[in-house]
């Protein structure tokens, strides 16, 4: 049981939020998280013993899925907290506005609410639990306040960049990802690397990066940063039209960046527009592919292929460069490799072979 439950504590009369001074560790904890990137921090806190009294975990409900039988997907958070016996709350189904903290927090003479991965604004009524904005901290995955959003690491890849960064930031009453800096840590970003991959490998080091916040909070809190609004940039949660293939913009990095990026969660889409009219256009999605020499081929216009069998890829022209699609699927029908898809829809293809999407 890694968790300890303080003894008998008063609640001292914080006053306004912002004036009381930050405490020293030992804190009371709660913890609000979801995915493995804040089961990484949680998991960091947690065998960290000095650094708290209690420790209480908050997540999303859990979700529910039919796949024949009914199943719930817990989230890693949850699953690490039932593990180890630590107490742990889910967000009620009236929302997160009807959540009151446990008794350890409210009467806690050095409270900490920690979030990461989380989805949540907390409320005011739950901040004011908490006496200083440095009671209140974030941990982000990019150099805020670039990426600002639900999707940072994500927009990273789609966006090339070569570097990103992490940031440990308090909670802003208001906005999402506004509050003040408290610790950033720049990163590389691997070349070819895909969204699970680079979350998996910087989740450790932000969990490092988080413990050595708390560890050292009152310095921190004494040397907090403003975000500088004119670095602003955005990161938004992931919606279906980010994928849709602009073949009239995007040349084949972006198309590989964006694969790479949101791959793992939904598919590059766009529609086959066949050359007789006896067929209808028909939605497709790449769920595979990568960058391939330009000199494969040489078509009219973006958006034309054509099946190579030597590489059993289908070849896509963009607006500069040539993509790979190594697994297609057409609407209403099961992923198929190149070679598969083809074989169903090379009766599309115009008179040179070629398929047209758009």
Not at 289 to 309: C, K, N, Q, Y
Not at 327 to 343: E, F, M
């Amino acid at each position: 049981m890694i968790w300890r439950r303080a003894g008998s504590l008063s609640r001292r009369p914080w006053g306004r939020r912002g004036v009381a001074t930050v405490p020293s560790a030992p804190y009371d904890v709660l913890f609000c998280g979801s995915d493995a990137f804040a089961c990484e921090a949680v998991a960091a806190i947690a065998h960290r013993s000095d650094l708290y009294r209690s420790l209480h975990v908050l997540t999303p409900p859990d979700v529910q899925h039919a796949w024949g039988a009914k199943r719930m997907r817990v989230s890693p958070v949850k699953q690490f907290a039932m593990l180890h016996n630590i107490p742990q709350t889910a967000v009620p189904p009236e929302g997160i506005d009807a959540y009151e903290p446990p008794s350890l927090i409210r009467d806690s003479h050095a409270p900490l609410l920690v979030t990461a991965s989380f989805g949540h604004r907390i409320p005011s009524h739950l901040l004011s639990h908490f006496p200083s904005p440095s009671l209140t901290l974030n941990l982000h995955p990019s150099m805020l306040p670039d990426l600002r959003g639900a999707a940072p690491l994500q927009w990273a890849i789609a966006r090339q960049y070569t570097h990103t960064g992490m940031s440990v930031q308090q909670l802003h009453p208001t906005h999402f990802d506004r509050g003040g800096l408290l610790k950033q840590a720049r990163v590389t970003i691997p070349s070819h690397a895909t969204y699970p991959a680079l979350a998996s490998a910087l989740a450790p080091h932000a969990a490092e990066l988080l413990v050595d916040v708390i560890a050292h909070l009152p310095a921190y809190a004494a040397n907090v940063q403003a975000q500088d609004p004119h670095r602003v940039t955005r990161a938004p949660k992931l919606a279906p039209r980010f994928s849709h293939i602009r073949w009239d913009s995007w040349d084949a990095a972006t198309i590989d960046a964006r694969m790479r990026a949101f791959g793992y969660a939904q598919p590059l889409t766009t529609t086959l527009v066949p050359a007789s009219s006896q067929f209808a256009p028909v939605s497709c999605a790449i769920h595979e592919g990568h960058i391939m020499p330009s000199e494969t081929i040489s078509l009219d216009r973006p958006g034309h292929a054509v099946f190579l069998p030597q590489e059993q890829t289908l070849a896509l022209q963009t607006l500069s460069g040539v993509y790979g699609a190594t697994r297609i699927q057409t609407r209403g029908k099961p992923v198929r490799s190149a070679p598969d898809w083809w074989r169903g829809f090379r009766d599309r293809a115009d008179a040179h072979g070629h398929i047209h999407f758009e």
